[in-house]
């Protein structure tokens, strides 16, 4: 089992949907977690960090995160254009807070 | 506030050839932390430091690979000999504390071996 996986894309919306993507760790004991955008050619770029239980919204973007679960997910609401690139989960180890696990992606597609 | 700056961009070398990366990060950021990307094996963590110290190397590749960290706003990451597998984008980041903090990421250096 990969220590973070994110669902496989790629995946693709009409604009003006929601665009639902997932994440799943294997560190039970991890305490942050964090969703960056990487555009194509560019370098990752934060866009949520999540801590607790529950949700978190900021403008169109909602993380939301259970850790019984062992399971986080990013959702953005009125998908645009723009927000087509690359969605990267990164979980930080509980035993060894600077080695933070990336999953493998997934590429997002908004469709005018 | 000035972010990440790593330089060179982009790097063709040829194989056996010595190549160094270079890095600043952002200023009050206490971690740095060096990662690679490539198609295949996605963003790999190689190696980070603490206050200076490197604290986890447990990702170079191979003894090839070396970084430093000299002061507080200075890092390098250095191959030696280079070969062409190890043709990739070098990522930079830092953060203000580990594992809380979220990593800022610097543009890149994209490395070819020839």
């Known amino acids: 089992q990969k220590e973070v996986e994110q669902n496989s894309g790629p995946l693709s919306v009409p604009e003006g949907a929601i665009a639902s993507l997932n994440c799943t760790y294997s560190d039970r004991g991890s305490q942050s977690f964090f969703w960056y955008r990487q555009y194509s050619g560019k370098s990752p770029e934060l866009i949520m960090s999540i801590y607790s239980n529950g949700d978190i919204e900021d403008g169109r973007f909602t993380a939301q995160l259970n850790k019984a679960s062992q399971y986080v997910s990013l959702l953005i609401r009125d998908s645009q254009p723009s927000d087509s690139a690359t969605y990267l989960c990164a979980v930080p180890a509980n035993t060894n807070a600077g080695k933070s696990t990336f999953g493998d992606g997934t590429t997002l597609t908004v469709k005018p | 506030d000035a972010g990440v700056i790593q330089s060179p961009r982009h790097e063709v070398t040829e194989m056996g050839q010595e190549v160094t990366l270079r890095c600043k990060p952002i200023?009050?950021?206490?971690?740095l932390f060096w990662y690679r990307q490539t198609m295949m094996r996605g963003l790999e963590l190689l190696i980070y430091f603490n206050n200076n110290v490197p604290i986890d190397d447990s990702g170079m590749p191979e003894d090839r690979f070396s970084a430093k960290m000299p002061n507080a706003s200075f890092s390098t990451l250095k191959i030696q000999p280079s070969e062409p597998r190890d043709s990739a984008v070098y990522f930079c980041?830092?953060?203000?504390?580990?594992?809380?903090?979220?990593?800022?990421f610097g543009n890149g250096t994209r490395l070819t071996v020839t």
């Open positions: 200023s009050g950021h206490n971690s």
């Open positions: 980041a830092s953060s203000r504390s580990l594992g809380y903090s979220p990593l800022h």
